[in-house]
C-alpha cells in the first residue's frame, strides 16, 4: 500500500525554522517527483515548493523563496523541506504529494494524485 508520513510540524516563535519530513512506503520515490503544500486556515491549498525524481532542479513560491529548501534523500525514501526565518503567515496544515510527471503546473494540487495526512505548522510568539 502506496503511503505518505509527514512530520516535523509544531509551534515555533517568528524566525525560527523546522525541518519537515515525507516519508514515502510502498512504492519507489526515486521515480516520482514531490511537492509541497500547504493550507492556511480558510484559504486554498496552496504549493510551496516542488523537486523531480532526481533531486536537480526545484522551485518554490515567492512567498517562500530564499528562506524554504526543499530537498531529497532517495535511498532513504524522504523528502524534506527545510523552513527558516518562519513568519506568522507561514502557519498552516503542510502536505507532501507525489506523482510520476507534473512539470511546470507543480503548483496546482489538482495535479498531484497522491497526499500525504499533513502536519501542523504554527508560527506565533
Known amino acids: 500500500q502506496a503511503l505518505l508520513v509527514e512530520s516535523g510540524g509544531g509551534l515555533v516563535q517568528p524566525g525560527g525554522s523546522l525541518r519537515l519530513s515525507c516519508v514515502a512506503s510502498?512504492?519507489?520515490?526515486?521515480?516520482?517527483?514531490v511537492a509541497w503544500f500547504r493550507q492556511a486556515p480558510g484559504k486554498e491549498r496552496e504549493g510551496i515548493s516542488y523537486?523531480?525524481?532526481?533531486?536537480?532542479?526545484?522551485d518554490y513560491a515567492d512567498s517562500v523563496k530564499g528562506r524554504f529548501t526543499i530537498s531529497r534523500d532517495n535511498a532513504r525514501y524522504t523528502v524534506y523541506l527545510q523552513m527558516n526565518n518562519l513568519k506568522p503567515e507561514d502557519t498552516g496544515v503542510y502536505y507532501c504529494a507525489t506523482s510520476l510527471l507534473v512539470g511546470s503546473s507543480w503548483s496546482e494540487a489538482a495535479d498531484w494524485p497522491s497526499w500525504g495526512q499533513g502536519t501542523r505548522v504554527t508560527v506565533s510568539s
Open positions: 523537486i523531480n525524481s532526481f533531486g536537480d532542479f526545484t
Open positions: 510502498g512504492f519507489a520515490l526515486e521515480d516520482y517527483e
